[in-house]
């Protein structure tokens, strides 16, 4: 068997690649949210951002690839390992205390199931239009500020939001191990790094459909 | 019996190098004509299995564990003796030699113990190449620390986890034995017989735990490394399944089982709480080096200690061994404390006990620097009592600990049954009529990794095995026998558990043939066994079939050789007319309490033959002649030990 | 005290198993919790029971025989412990206790709470080793290692293979056991030569055991007796990833051959 396949088969090696795309798709969604926030400053600051955005299509396609590659194995590696997790405990516990493994740990192929479910409606919503009801290509902030106009839209893209951070609260701790990256000298910083940028990531997405929703925008 | 041990010759340096260089070989392509069935994964059983296969043999191996790696040698704490004298102390390989005849109180053989002290060295080589984690100083070197009877530095520790360490070595040698297929392990499989075919030991039958059937297994030799039997007395530091199934159905088949009463009894354990308790836990002896041992000046003073003031303090080993004090030797604690106890000075609950008190010590080196010294040990204390000790004193009490008896042995391992091997604590050791601290390890390894795989390809050169069966007639036999032996267990359905013959046993044992034994005890005692014996086969109560998975079964099995051991480790006990070692008869000691050695009559080994249920055993006797060190005063020796431990 | 028992019974492997109550009166605070079952068990025999078989030995906490789940904890409430090494006074009079075996595809049940666990021994038959023959070992000090590595490798070499981190851990990952043991040879200088094959051997049986993969929930740490640490488990990560990536990929010296006939070459 080939190296790389027989390394994918291990369980190891499957979560080698979690982390991976995990940290690529963390990447891309820090610098979204980083786009999104100038949506506070008003449509010409963001204009400017999109119209960068847009001005390199080679480079965009080339980052929407990376990340379709990067989801797309991401979720592949989730669900297979998920499956053998839960194939390895045939009977359950009748009683069962947890003494470390926190709710972000042991949800975290509830929330990612969530975020990918999200995903594709919000594709549909700001990037394709097709479930939004005045979708007018390229103006980004018409389509951000009336597509979360609705308040159920709005909430659901705040509850996203938390999700993704509770997603990422285990994600960003959990990623050091998997790589391999432990060491005394920032093995204690871990815990707040996660904690950090987790809430950064909720409090930096939700502060966008919150913004609508109470019309200070 | 024939009692040769089979010594070479020369003088005592050179005997095991001439008896390497003499020694017949088989080639490496006959090897694996052989096979060879190891019983016993310890340090002895593991270490012998892969060296064996790692010459090409094939090998056989079981336990009853579930994993090879839970042998009790895991649960060895303080260390592992080598003369290598990496402190530049002192020490060599005469040093060590000369201890371990001395601490054994002249009981040994010479020979043995000399192979055993030249071997020490490269065992911790071994070890050390296998991935052992010893302790290390800042330069990466390997560090000492001393231990009791010695007047050097030499023992090589992990811890207080060394015999895991050391196991998990010689485990792990095995997993890559098996792992290539050489060795086939057989662990939940128990020995229940010896097969004896043409006069040798050609098989063994056992059990299987799981399903619970019986089966033989065929070789060419058999090598038993099963362990000690202190668990004998119920309350010991041994595991609770450690046996003497193995050895026992040994001796029965003709092996001879040598000074069976020689029992080490260890000072410092954690006394027993209640009637419930199941086994005892061992309290290093270093605790000794800075605590003070002592109890009330009142019959049951039942005041917290720190309310009995210092002028009701009775600190007896000081006040009865004034040179020794609190380090007098394991066999002398011992006993001092037993006695106090017997007369109504014991405290906690059950009046069994004395206090090791650390608190002069605390108040002089600061709690700091003790839990650095003994913090693990404090913390076993306080997990199993829930008190600190450096807040009241501790509580102890001696208890079995080590049996230095076993089947005899010549040079060369092998027992009165050609073909039958037996290593480790399972053999009449190396160590006399009492064992220094952190020689058993030592012992176990020699015998495993370099002195059987010699002497078993002597064996194979010089003798022609025929062809055996397991299907054959001492086979099935043998198999009949356990079967209906089994069965009869099961069968005899009456009120009492298995654990209470057994606790009745070893209180027998432990009043009569324990720290101290006198002839009025002993006879007692072996009246009372055999009465305890009629009543296990009229009253035990086994549940379950013998087709299933069986605990309850599993320790009848066990307490049902006991209840016949136990009687020869009496019997034994009273023919041995002095004191020596561990062994202490209450007619031969001195006026001033000290023992009496009689090496005129007893400078020998014991060895007792089995001749039949209905009739006694036989004791035979094989002489030791001391060339090298002289039967010198015991007591001198130890008493320059504590003058050491004193300036530390 | 008065304990109420929910104890898990089960003949035999196949058989399906249940739950059966059990009132226990008189236990000792000072008792071990094998005590309390000892005690137990003696009652149900007297009455013409069948006892409660669990596993034990040293009872001592070393041996790694023993373990169970005790209201949903492996081991107990107390942490860091064996249950022969866990007292009664950890639990309060009148308490309601579910006792379980450890539960996990790789460790069928025998019986009641017995398991086997061989499939730990079958990782260790796979590479946990260093493969020297008997005699032929260098001199102990020619191999010097730090007292901090040292200290270190001791520190994963305390596993015993108790299995309780597989019992606690969500996934039934058997990730600790795995890390301690490749930790503890990786760490230490003699263990270099086979470094990476044994990371790559004994990750690959724990797979085929049938154990889950590890999340990171760390379960496994809260109740190790050795209280053994998931830093380990990163550095076996870390060596298994390493080994992947670089073991054998290592090009011949011989002209002409590439990584990838060495790796046919290694097979
Ligand atoms: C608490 C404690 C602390 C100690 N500390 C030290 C120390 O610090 N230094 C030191 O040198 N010594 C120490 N000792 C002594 C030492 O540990 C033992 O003497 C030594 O480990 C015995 O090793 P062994 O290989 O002979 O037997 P064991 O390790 O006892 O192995 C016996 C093997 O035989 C198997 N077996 C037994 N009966 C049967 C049967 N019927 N059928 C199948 N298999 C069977 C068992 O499964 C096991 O695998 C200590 C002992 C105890 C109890
Ligand atoms: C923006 C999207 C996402 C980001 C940034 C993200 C990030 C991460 C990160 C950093 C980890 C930790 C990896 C590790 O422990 O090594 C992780 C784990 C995980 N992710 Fe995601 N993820 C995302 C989407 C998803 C989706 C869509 C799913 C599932 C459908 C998912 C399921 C999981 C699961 C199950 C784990 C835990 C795997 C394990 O520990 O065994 N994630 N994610
Ligand atoms: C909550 C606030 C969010 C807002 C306001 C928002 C807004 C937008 C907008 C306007 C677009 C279209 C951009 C364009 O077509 O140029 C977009 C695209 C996208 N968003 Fe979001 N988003 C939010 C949250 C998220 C989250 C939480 C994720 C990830 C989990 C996410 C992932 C994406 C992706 C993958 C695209 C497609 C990128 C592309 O077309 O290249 N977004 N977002
Ligand atoms: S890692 Fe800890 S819990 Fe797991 S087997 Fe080893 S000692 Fe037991
Ligand atoms: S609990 Fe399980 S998920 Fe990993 S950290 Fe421990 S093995
Ligand atoms: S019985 Fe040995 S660890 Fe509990």
Redesign the interface.
């Known amino acids: 068997m080939h190296?790389i396949a027989?390394?994918y088969?291990?369980?190891?090696?499957?979560?080698?690649v979690m982390a991976v795309t995990g940290v690529v798709l963390f990447a891309y969604v820090l610098l979204h949210m980083v786009g999104n926030l100038q949506i506070h400053l008003g449509p010409e600051e963001l204009r400017g951002y999109v119209r960068l955005r847009y001005a390199a299509p080679g480079l965009l396609w080339t980052v929407r690839f990376v990340l379709l590659v990067a989801a797309t194995l991401h979720v592949i590696a989730a669900v297979q390992?998920t499956v053998?997790?839960r194939?390895?405990?045939?009977?359950?516990?009748?009683?069962?205390?947890?003494?470390?493994?926190d709710y972000a740990?042991?949800t975290?192929i509830f929330t990612g199931v969530a975020i990918a479910a999200f995903g594709v409606y919000h594709l549909l919503h700001m990037t394709f239009g097709s479930v939004h009801p005045e979708f007018i290509r390229s103006d980004v902030y018409h389509n951000v500020t009336s597509g979360l106009h609705v308040p159920p839209v709005s909430l659901l893209y705040v509850a996203a939001s938390a999700v993704l951070g509770l997603h990422l609260y285990?994600g960003l701790?959990?990623v050091?191990?998997?790589?391999?990256?432990?060491s005394?000298i920032y093995?204690s910083w871990r815990r707040a790094f996660a904690t950090v940028f987790s809430l950064v990531v909720t409090l930096g997405f939700g502060s966008v459909p919150l913004a609508v929703l109470l019309r200070t925008l | 019996m024939e009692l040769d041990p089979r010594i070479p010759g020369g003088p005592l340096e050179e005997k095991w190098i001439r008896y390497r260089k003499t020694v017949k070989l088989i080639s490496p392509a006959n090897k694996r004509n052989f096979t060879v069935v190891v019983v016993g994964t310890g340090l002895a059983g593991a270490s012998v299995a892969a060296a064996l296969a790692e010459l090409g043999y094939n090998v056989l191996a079981f336990c009853y564990q579930d994993s090879s790696r839970r042998a009790h040698s895991i649960a060895a704490q303080g260390g592992i003796n080598a003369a290598k004298n990496y402190q530049n102390d002192g020490d060599s390989v005469f040093r060590l030699f000369s201890e371990t005849v001395i601490g054994g109180d002249f009981r040994s053989r010479e020979a043995n113990v000399y192979r055993l002290a030249e071997l020490s060295g490269v065992i911790i080589d071994q070890c050390v190449a296998q991935g052992v984690p010893f302790a290390r100083e800042y330069s990466g070197y390997l560090a000492n620390r001393s231990f009791g009877g010695s007047l050097v530095s030499r023992t090589f520790y992990c811890r207080g986890q060394t015999g895991q360490q050391l196991l998990l070595g010689a485990y792990s040698a095995l997993c890559r034995q098996i792992g290539l297929g050489r060795v086939k392990l057989f662990p939940r499989t128990e020995m229940l017989d010896l097969v004896v075919a043409g006069g040798r030991a050609r098989g063994i039958v056992t059990r299987d735990l799981v399903t619970g059937s019986i089966a033989a297994h065929a070789a060419d030799a058999v090598l038993l490394a099963t362990g000690g039997y202190a668990n004998i007395f119920f309350l010991s530091t041994n595991a609770k399944g450690c046996n003497a199934t193995a050895i026992w159905r040994a001796y029965r088949r003709g092996a001879g089982f040598a000074n069976p009463c020689f029992v080490q009894v260890h000072p410092t354990c954690i006394p027993q709480s209640g009637e419930y308790q199941s086994k005892l836990t061992l309290m290093s002896e270093s605790l000794r080096n800075d605590g003070r041992i002592w109890v009330p000046k009142r019959k049951g003073d039942t005041r917290e200690p720190s309310e009995i003031p210092e002028n009701e303090r009775d600190y007896f080993l000081e006040r009865m061994y004034a040179s020794y004090g609190n380090l007098a030797p394991r066999d002398m604690a011992s006993r001092a404390v037993k006695r106090v106890c017997d007369m109504g000075y014991g405290v906690g609950p059950s009046g069994r006990g004395v206090y090791l008190d650390l608190t002069e010590a605390v108040a002089r080196l600061g709690g700091d620097l003790l839990r650095e010294r003994y913090g693990n040990l404090f913390e076993i204390y306080e997990r199993i009592t829930g008190r600190d000790p450096l807040k009241a004193p501790m509580r102890i009490y001696p208890a079995p600990h080590y049996t230095m008896g076993g089947l005899w042995v010549d040079y060369g391992l092998q027992s009165t049954i050609p073909g039958l091997f037996v290593l480790g604590e399972a053999n009449f050791s190396d160590h006399g009529a009492n064992r220094l601290g952190a020689s058993a390890l030592l012992q176990g390894l020699a015998d495993g990794y370099f002195i059987v795989p010699y002497t078993l390809g002597e064996y194979f050169a010089g003798t022609v095995l025929d062809g055996v069966s397991p299907a054959g007639r001492p086979f099935v036999d043998a198999q009949k026998e356990v079967q209906e032996r089994v069965a009869r267990l099961v069968a005899v359905q009456g009120r009492r558990t298995v654990d209470s013959f057994h606790r009745k046993l070893g209180a027998l044992l432990w009043e009569h043939c324990g720290i101290s034994r006198s002839e009025a005890g002993l006879r007692t005692a072996i009246e009372e066994i055999r009465a305890l014996r009629r009543e296990f086969w009229e009253d035990v109560r086994v549940p379950g079939k013998t087709t299933e998975f069986n605990q309850e079964l599993e320790k009848a099995g066990r307490v049902a050789d006991y209840l016949e051991l136990a009687e020869l480790m009496c019997r034994d006990a009273l023919a041995r007319e002095e004191s020596c070692g561990c062994h202490f008869r209450e007619e031969f000691q001195t006026s001033d309490g000290e023992p009496f050695k009689d090496d005129g009559r007893f400078c020998h080994v014991a060895v007792w033959e089995y001749m039949g249920d209905d009739r006694e055993p036989v004791r035979h006797a094989e002489p030791l002649t001391f060339e090298t060190v002289k039967p010198e005063d015991r007591a001198q020796y130890a008493s320059q030990g504590y003058t050491r431990s004193r300036r530390k | 005290m008065r304990l109420t028992l929910?104890i898990w019974r089960q003949k035999s492997t196949t058989d399906k198993?249940r739950?059966v109550k059990y009132e226990v009166e008189n236990a000792s605070p000072e008792m071990s919790f094998l005590e309390m079952l000892d005690m137990l068990n003696r009652q149900l025999i007297e009455r013409g029971g069948e006892p409660v078989a669990f596993e034990h030995d040293c009872r001592e906490g070393i041996c790694g025989c023993c373990g169970m789940?005790i209201?949903?904890?492996a081991n107990g409430p107390a942490?860091g412990t064996t249950v022969c090494q866990l007292y009664m006074r950890h639990f309060k009079d009148g308490a309601v206790l579910?006792i379980?075996p450890w539960?996990?595809?790789?460790f069928p049940v025998i019986k009641d709470l017995v398991v086997d666990r061989s499939a730990l021994d079958r990782i260790m038959q796979a590479g946990g080793f260093i493969s020297v023959r008997t005699g032929s070992a260098p001199e102990a000090h020619t191999i010097l290692v730090s007292k901090e590595t040292a200290e270190l490798a001791m520190d994963a070499a305390e596993c015993t293979g108790c299995g309780a981190c597989v019992a606690?851990c969500?996934?039934?990952?058997a990730m600790l056991f795995v890390a301690a043991k490749i930790s503890h040879l990786g760490l230490l200088p003699q263990g270099q030569p086979e470094r990476d094959r044994r990371a790559q051997a004994m990750?690959?049986q724990?797979?085929r055991e049938?154990?889950?993969?590890?999340?990171?929930?760390?379960?496994c740490?809260?109740?190790c007796p050795k209280r053994i640490s998931?830093?380990f488990?990163?550095?076996?990560?870390?060596?298994?990833?390493r080994a992947?990536l670089f073991y054998s990929?290592s090009a011949s010296g011989k002209a002409g051959a590439t990584g990838k006939t060495k790796?046919c070459f290694e097979k």
């Open positions: 190296w027989e390394f088969r291990s369980t190891p090696g499957k979560k080698f390992l053998r997790n194939g390895s405990r045939p009977v359950r516990y009748a009683v069962r205390r947890y003494r470390e493994a740990s042991r975290m285990h701790w959990s050091f191990q998997t790589l391999g990256l432990s005394p093995d | 929910y198993g739950f789940v209201n949903g904890i942490g579910y379980e539960r996990s595809r790789a606690a969500p996934n039934g990952a990750v690959r724990m797979d049938g154990f889950g993969g590890c999340s990171n929930h760390r379960e740490e809260a109740v998931i830093r488990i990163a550095r076996a990560n870390r060596d298994f990833l992947s990929k790796r």
